[in-house]
């Protein structure tokens, strides 16, 4: 059985990946480290707690000693690396946190992925010739597009928040530790992802949760920023294909082609909350809509080509985004009828 390390398995991607992963495989053993973090949640992974090739382990990933202990104990063969903080606004507050987690913390898990598997150089340790390091990064390492023109592979990085400036960082140390060590490794950059157990104060559930508890929907701006939405369980399904089919070294970028303006995203998750949890007096949701300053540097819009890894992984996106969107929106729904908000 083949030991994974599983980074930031209790925050929203981790965790759908996670379940997943263990749903279609039987012979991985997966070590989830998690530090549990604001974003990171226990009750993502109720599903998967008492399955027999899982363990869950709370702590830092910029915690050199117990990351080697890690690698050690449950002789690690893989890593699939979505530890982070990512959220932009909490970013421009705090930008020291977003530097030692995705910079310093991915530095950590290489340097010891390197001791671990390798002799010296290009030269790995019987057994672990197959090795490798999955990196799952952001679209928002690109910078912002105007009206025309997507991000492939090859389009220059140009962050403009401390979140993808340290996300950008980490991604080229990644890329340096293939290209210096021989370390077999790659890198994915997604667009924006919804769908259950992400964490409340993102875009998509702070529209359901304020317009469940009748507060008003915050939208930056005049609501014109563009996102490229991508709906969690088909990232899963593209990270699987990049963890056992990529070539090593290699930058696939994930999208499913689903462009939104802000403002139309909030509309039509207010349409569909009208028809599955309707207000009384033939009230609208979007009677809920508010304009609120911009962000400072926020991006126009973000869209992904995804014609290389299609092209050369096969990936393609098996849920279409009405059903998807919907399917999230009840989760929501669900959530909120048993949770604080």
Not at 7 to 36: C, M, P, Q, R
Not at 61 to 78: P, Q, R, S, T
Not at 94 to 105: Q, R, S
Not at 225 to 246: M, P
Request: hydrophobic letters at 35%; one cysteine or more.
């Amino acid at each position: 059985m083949k030991s994974l390390l599983i980074t930031g398995g209790a925050g929203f991607i981790g965790s759908n990946f996670v379940e997943y992963f263990l749903n279609k495989y039987s012979d991985y053993f997966i070590v989830n480290l998690d530090k549990l973090t604001y974003a990171g949640d226990l009750e993502n992974l109720k599903e998967v707690e008492k399955n027999k090739n899982y363990k869950f382990i709370k702590g830092d990933i910029c915690d050199e000693n117990l990351v080697e202990a890690i690698f050690k104990e449950y002789n690690i063969e893989g890593v699939i690396h979505f530890a982070a903080e990512s959220h932009v606004d909490n970013s421009i507050k705090n930008p020291k946190d977003f530097i030692l987690t995705n910079v310093y913390g991915t530095y950590n898990l290489l340097n010891n992925a390197k001791n671990y598997w390798l002799i010296e150089p290009f030269v790995y340790k019987k057994g672990f010739e197959n090795s490798k390091f999955l990196h799952v990064s952001t679209d928002e390492v690109y910078g912002s597009l105007g009206k025309d023109g997507y991000f492939t592979e090859n389009t220059p990085y140009a962050p403009n928040s401390p979140y993808s400036a340290s996300k950008a960082s980490s991604d080229m140390i990644v890329r340096s530790y293939h290209h210096t060590f021989g370390i077999n490794t790659l890198i994915t950059n997604c667009s924006n992802n919804y769908g259950p157990k992400q964490h409340k104060e993102k875009l998509i559930p702070t529209i359901i949760r304020n317009a469940l508890f009748q507060k008003p929907i915050p939208i930056y701006g005049k609501g014109e920023n563009i996102r490229d939405w991508l709906f969690v369980k088909d990232h899963c399904i593209a990270i699987d294909l990049v963890f056992h089919k990529g070539k090593f070294g290699e930058t696939y970028n994930i999208g499913t082609r689903n462009e939104i303006k802000n403002l139309d995203l909030a509309y039509k998750i207010c349409d569909i909350l009208d028809e599955l949890k309707p207000l009384p007096d033939r009230k609208k949701y979007s009677e809920l809509i508010t304009f609120v300053k911009d962000r400072p540097g926020h991006d126009l819009r973000y869209a992904i080509d995804p014609t290389k890894i299609e092209k050369e992984l096969g990936f393609k996106s098996q849920y279409r985004f009405d059903i998807a969107i919907r399917e999230t929106i009840q989760w929501y729904i669900n959530k909120f009828n048993y949770k604080d908000s």
